[in-house]
């Protein structure tokens, strides 16, 4: 069954808006962190944000007040908030969520944005 489960993706203008979703199962325990990465073809997957249960937050420079992490501890949902959009944000967009104190690594399957005129 699929634990990580993604929404939000889609085709979009320059400058326009997306939020993406991401929603783990209630079989995953003992969350500390979830975060966003992206991969462009030809590219490294790289760190987008990530939020810590207690709400710390990290960000690509990149993304950096274009972007908005939040999250959902009751639902263990997290969100992704996408402003300005550029065409170098086009990627593959993949949840992730870390345990503790067993350090486990989901991922989810993906959701692809594409930033175009």
């Known amino acids: 069954q699929v634990q990580l489960v993604e929404s939000g993706g889609g085709l979009v203008e320059p400058g326009g808006s997306l939020r993406l979703s991401c929603a783990a199962s209630e079989s995953i325990s003992n969350i500390y962190n979830m975060g966003w990465y992206r991969q462009a073809p030809g590219k490294q997957r790289e760190l987008v944000a990530k939020i810590t249960n207690a709400g710390s937050i990290n960000y690509a420079d990149s993304v950096k007040g274009r972007f908005t992490i939040s999250r959902d501890n009751a639902k263990n949902t997290v969100y992704l908030q996408m402003n300005s959009l550029k065409s170098e944000d086009t990627a593959t967009y993949y949840c992730?969520?870390?345990?503790?104190?067993?350090?486990?690594?989901?991922w989810g399957q993906g959701t692809q944005v594409t930033v175009s005129s």
């Open positions: 992730n969520a870390k345990t503790l104190p067993v350090l486990r690594d989901y």
